[in-house]
């Protein structure tokens, strides 16, 4: 037999996401160079993806200048051990891996002959240490970065894409590997890329937004999304479409009753509008493993959910993963012919603020559903499900996706951050406000940025 060449496993891209806060806290220290070069750890959980790693940076380990030895020109050498040591320590307590960070002040960032050193010096050890976790080090340009990346005491295999930082709009830091594709801009999107920029056609073909439960709201969520040229759409609903669903469904049509599951839908109505748009429809219930591993990808998650519970459920996951997430739902109580309440609610909830959590999903209207409505209730074939009317839910639809938009792009320089809306289907109002502030001990923002479940 011919010999065979050895095949080398498929390179697997890694990412970092670290909220807005965070973020400026390690650049302000990176950044200054009075003193010379600066750098720190950055601890990080992992969220395994298929083809990539995502690092969600949670706490930062300036090193002390005490601990610093530079050489003439400023740059780092080494640091002491006993703080190696310490940093080391902390990420085995919490099961989370360290990256190296620091800059050289300059655009097109690339590693130093010290750096290089160095980074044999620390990362081999130290992927042994915290092996099955990668680590290594990042060097951050300006508006950029480069990385490089250690497993198991090996080097290679690991290619440092971005950095993600969690904010509106997400602010992206490329690296020299990050393949941009350079498409033409979209002549559907014109009108759109008018009003918010040519930026904004490439920012869009980038994203990938979940929709967890694709009916009442979210089929009019994944139609809008696709007209604003959303690259991916990740629809998750496990029901088919019944005859009820048509009073409110948009995209379905009559022969889709009992036939079609509403993800089906979603994916006709997406690629009837784009069929470039990548769909990664899953038809089961959040959180089952399928719709966290398809959601785990998402930049962005919409929740369009009836039941608290299920919305604590993506609540919790989109803290754990450091994904914003656009929360609508609607309460309609009628006497009659007349609408007693018709409330309806956007949340806009970015990790580093408040969670659905920290304020509107109480532990009181947790236990009151379960009381009123135990798990399971919806499939029931007697429930009597909640009033809904297609052009309000509309409505709270349209705000979610320009809140996506927002998030994506920036159009709103800033002004739908942390933000709700407050809609009354009987008048018509909507107002918006600021979120509260986070809550103490709220249990999802307790676990934020924690990633994957530590394996033991
Ligand atoms: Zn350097
Ligand atoms: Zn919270």
Known sequence: MPPVAPRRPPARYVDLRITRALFEGVRSHVENFTRGEEAGFLLCSLSRLAERDVLLANEWHPVPDSAIARNANGSVLSWSSEFNSEVLQRAVDLGSTAVLVHSHGCPGP?????????????????????????TGTLLLGRGDACGSF????????????????????????????????????????ARQTLAIGPASDAKLRDAAVGVVGVSGGGSHVVQQLAHQGVGTLIPIDDQFLDETNLGRHVGATAADIDHTLKVDIAKRVINGI?????????????????????????????????????????????????????????TIRSTGEKLARADGQVIVSMPGRACLRCFFLTDSLLARERRERPPGYDENPDAVGDPQVVSMNGVLASEACNS?????????????????????????ELLSGDLPSRRAGCPACAEEGQGDPRSA
């Open 110 to 134: 690339a590693f130093s002959d010290d750096d290089r050193r160095n980074e044999r010096g620390l990362f081999a050890a130290f992927s042994r240490i915290l092996d099955p976790l990668l």
């Open 404 to 428: 996506v938009l927002d998030i994506v792009t920036g159009y709103s320089n800033g002004r739908r951050v942390a933000r709700q809306w407050q809609y009354d289907g009987r008048t018509g």
């Open 274 to 330: 784009d069929e470039s748009i990548e769909v990664r429809a899953v038809a089961e219930r959040f959180p089952s493993r399928e719709t966290i591993a398809a959601l785990k990808e998402a930049d962005v998650v919409v929740s369009c959910l009836d039941r608290f519970d299920a919305r604590e459920d993506v609540n919790a996951f989109c803290r754990r993963y450091l994904i914003p997430l656009v929360d609508i739902g609607m």
């Open 150 to 189: 250690w497993a198991a005491g090996g080097h290679g295999g690991l290619v440092f894409r971005r950095i993600v930082v969690v904010d509106a709009p997400l602010e992206i830091w490329h690296s020299g590997d990050d393949r941009i594709t350079a498409s033409p801009s979209r002549a559907r999107l």
